[in-house]
């Protein structure tokens, strides 16, 4: 009894506590700070001033430093004398110099704002996860700890999910609705207030534990809850004071929005406020001391970032449902039906959580419709399981079907790694109709030829010399300042090879400019085999045709060239299958 009396006693303190909680008024002051070349004022009294404000008033912020920014002495310094209620986190933007740090090749014909160079979402996977690596390091590096808020107006889920798993970050930042600002189209997330993001989508609050990602989502420019809906300007009713000025609106608007906000019902009730600095903070110092002296009055909890998605986590354990103003939200969507809208959410996952999205439009819009599926069973892996019962019951036929097996494996590995995914044709290689059929064909095509000639070693050979796929993929060709080159990529920058033209002739083996190094093209085959699904299934058949003369012809070569043709041809062999197993998604539908 007295145990049952206990937990009762601390449930209901739990309950009482969360009751407080949603009666506070929260504010989240938050600061992004790009490299001051981007500033209108390029002089340290942006930053000066900006914390000066705060720090008069105590009140607490997070200051989210562009990677760029820790490069400058000067403003680094003045943010490392910050009093300790100060946080400092990441803002999540890639320049040139970043990318160039991080290894990753940039674009530099695009405005430096344009979404397909500037966000994570904008390069491959494998780049995402150089550039966060190489921006946590510098971040540690000179504040001696890994942050724990990040933000940027938008942020990929595959990049999220990453940083979270391996940093640890406790709270993210990414902009408020908005159709079409700055050629940013974000559209469908709960409107204005915090929620936790589902794994694969930003956007689309979590269902459940097993969709929870274990990070809180703030918002940046909260939009006005009806006035915001729609496109164009329609975004500048926001609690930005750089926005809401513009359309002739004074402190005295941003108290009624803020106040909106505050008197929402369930969750936390909760305001971002802030100005990036030396930007859109030059001219608004006195509206930004305004808003900051109606934080105080309100006696408004400013804490930073990471606090509060701290006491998001700790507040609810379960769903959570909202209301603010005409809006409803809840972990399945959102409505407001004097807006006449209700979004629904479904399964969606947008394609950057595969690939690099290079458009100069961020078009991420949430929508009520399922994306149709297509019929996608993998019965090629059933087909593999036949052949390996075959090879228990048919001893003899072992040797021939593993080589079968692993022929098809090197040859039409890519083809064989695309699949469905939530939602998703995902394709490593060619895009192919009837995906699952054609790979179920390739599999018992190769594990027949093992079979039929398991005693010629023609498909032993054919492997080997999937040596040449090895060589074909890697080999880059390009004519720069008429020169001609020949070589390898060693890594995104750096070439090493021949070169040739009018000065003469000689070996290379230097950095260069990214956009040199992205206009080195793959030999013609590369692309002809990736995207002409008949290529892709012919090509091997050339390799099996020399396999069959090397065969035949292998008895006339000395035992020692023949045994180091077969060393260089499995080491190869095995380099092209690591190739695969290593590929990313080169395109989904």
């Known amino acids: 009894m007295v145990k049952w009396l206990i937990l009762a006693m601390m449930w209901l303190a739990g309950a009482g506590g969360v009751a407080a909680r949603e009666e506070e008024k929260y504010a989240v002051i938050v600061n992004p700070i790009r490299a001051r070349k981007f500033w209108a004022d390029k002089s340290l009294a942006p930053i000066e001033n900006h914390y000066k404000a705060i720090s008069q008033r105590q009140l607490r912020a997070t200051w989210l430093l562009q990677d760029e920014v820790l490069a400058d002495g000067e403003l680094v310094e003045i943010i490392e004398a910050f009093d300790k209620g100060q946080e400092i986190g990441v803002f999540l933007e890639i320049t040139e110099k970043t990318a160039k740090k991080a290894r990753v090749a940039y674009e530099i014909n695009r405005p430096w704002y344009d979404p397909g160079v500037v966000f994570l979402s904008g390069y491959s996977r494998r780049q995402r996860k150089k550039l966060i690596d190489t921006i946590w390091e510098d971040f540690r590096g000179r504040f001696g700890n890994w942050p724990k808020a990040v933000g940027a107006w938008w942020i990929d889920s595959y990049s999220l999910e990453y940083i979270k798993q391996k940093y640890g970050v406790k709270t993210v930042l990414i902009v408020a609705d908005q159709k079409t600002t700055d050629g940013y189209g974000v559209w469908g997330q709960w409107w204005g207030v915090p ?25 940046w420019a909260q939009r006005d809850l009806g006035l915001a809906y729609g496109e164009g300007e329609a975004s500048l009713f ?43 903070s030059v001219g608004m110092e006195k509206e930004w001391e305004k808003q900051l002296d109606f934080l105080v009055e309100e006696e408004a909890k400013a804490i930073t970032m990471s606090e509060f998605g701290e006491i998001m986590n700790n507040a609810y354990q379960d769903k959570i449902k909202v209301r603010v103003g005409n809006w409803q939200m809840w972990e399945g969507g959102r409505e407001n039906k004097k807006l006449g809208e209700k979004l629904i959410y479904g399964k969606q996952v947008f394609s950057d959580y595969w690939v690099a999205d290079k458009s100069s439009f961020l078009d991420r819009v949430m929508d009520s419709e399922e994306k149709e599926e297509r019929r ?75 079979i039929v000639w398991r005693k010629k070693g023609w498909l032993k050979t054919a492997s080997a010399l999937t040596v040449i796929n090895l060589l074909v993929w890697t080999v880059r060709v390009s004519k720069l300042d008429d020169n001609y080159y020949l070589g390898i990529l060693v890594d995104e920058l750096r ?23 992205t206009s080195l093209l793959r030999l013609p085959l590369v692309k ?59 395109v989904v539908n």
């Open 376 to 450: 996608y069973v993998p019965y090629w892996l059933i087909v593999v399981i036949g052949w390996m019962a075959l090879g228990t019951w048919k001893k003899e036929w072992r040797e021939g079907i593993g080589w079968g097996l692993m022929w098809t494996g090197l040859n039409y590995g890519l083809i064989l790694r695309s699949r469905q995914e939530l939602g998703w044709m995902v394709y490593y290689g060619p895009t192919i109709e009837n995906l699952d059929l054609v790979q179920a064909g390739l599999v018992i095509v190769g594990g027949t030829m093992g």
């Open 528 to 586: 002809l085999v990736m995207e002409k699904p008949l290529a892709a299934i012919l090509w091997p058949l050339v390799g099996l045709a020399g396999a069959v003369v090397i065969s035949k012809t292998a008895r006339k070569v000395p035992e020692k060239i023949r045994r180091w043709g077969w060393r260089i041809g499995a080491a190869g062999a095995a380099g092209w299958g690591w190739l695969i197993m290593i590929a990313e998604a080169r």
């Open 495 to 517: 070439f090493a090879g021949v070169w040739a033209g009018k000065g003469g002739a000689g070996l290379i083996n230097k950095d260069l400019a990214g956009y040199v190094a």
């Open 195 to 219: 929620y936790w993001p589902a794994k694969t989508n930003m956007l689309r609050p979590a269902r459940d534990r097993e969709d929870w990602l274990g990070i809180t989502t703030i918002q």
């Open 238 to 280: 926001s609690l930005q004071a750089n926005d809401y000025t513009k359309t002739g609106q004074d402190i005295n608007y941003f108290k009624r929005l803020a106040g909106d906000y505050w008197q929402g019902s369930g969750g936390l009730k909760q305001i971002t406020v802030g100005l990036e600095v030396g930007m859109e």
